[in-house]
């Protein structure tokens, strides 16, 4: 017969137990299991929840139908669009612009697609749109001003001062009120243009326009056939030289077709046919008292 063994139980934990211990003592497994798993089970039980019940298609449907409440209140509705100050030529291409069906909702119509599309237009340097409570849709517009009339070959357009196009017509007789200036290039130098034509005043009547040459200089004509051809460099100083010998000896009224100015420093005129045919006149004459 074998002894039995007595004696004290062993203390020491198993290596399962140890093991486990161990894991528990760090911070981030604690935080696990502390709060990642109740959080992942009450995710879980919500998500079988609204399966079950549906909720997520409840939930879309109550929104549809709040915004569709939202939608038909008449403080929303859109009757009308204004185009305030500005002209009908202008109000109607803005309108058109626009793109805005009416009667429209002011929750669905994009103010600020509106407010691009209507910028688009050549004629109309900014703009505002903001639906009003009234039921309105106002649409103010910052129109540009044409200050000259551009050809260019059979192309006829209205330009600001920057040069930028604000309309095209289909005669320059449109706008009789507004100078003329022609030529390839004349739309990139409109702020030259409008100084060449403010010291051209004292012959404001007789002007026909300004024309651009080979993309590089002005030539200034006027009636009766009379052309002032201006240098590429300093334009104005020459122009100015010009009028004032004009308003000193009455230049532009004498029989002349052209005063060249492109080489300043020694200016030549062309006299008409007539003047020439004068002039040979004369100096005969002179020669024949001379013998």
Sequence with gaps: MLPVRTGRRDPAPSRLRYRLNRLWLRPGFRRLVNFGVPMLAGVLGAWTLAAELDLRTRAGDA???????????PQFIITEITVPDVSEDLAEQILTAAFVSLPANSLEVDVSAVRARVEDLAAVERARVRALASGVLEIRA?????????????????????????AEVDSRLRRIDLPLIAGAGADARVPEALALLDLAKPVAPRLRGLVRVGGRRWDLVLDRDQVILLPEDNPHAALRSVMETHARS?????????????????????????ARAELERLRAMAAGEDA
């Design 63 to 73: 929104a549809a139908a709040l915004r569709d409440a939202l939608i038909d209140r």
């Design 142 to 166: 910052i129109e540009r001003a044409p200050v000259v009339v551009w050809r260019d070959g059979e192309r006829v357009q209205l330009l600001d001062q920057g040069g930028v196009r604000v």
């Design 250 to 274: 009455d230049l532009l009224a004498r029989d002349v077709t052209v005063i060249d100015m492109r080489n300043p420093d020694r200016p030549t005129a062309r006299l008409t046919e007539h």
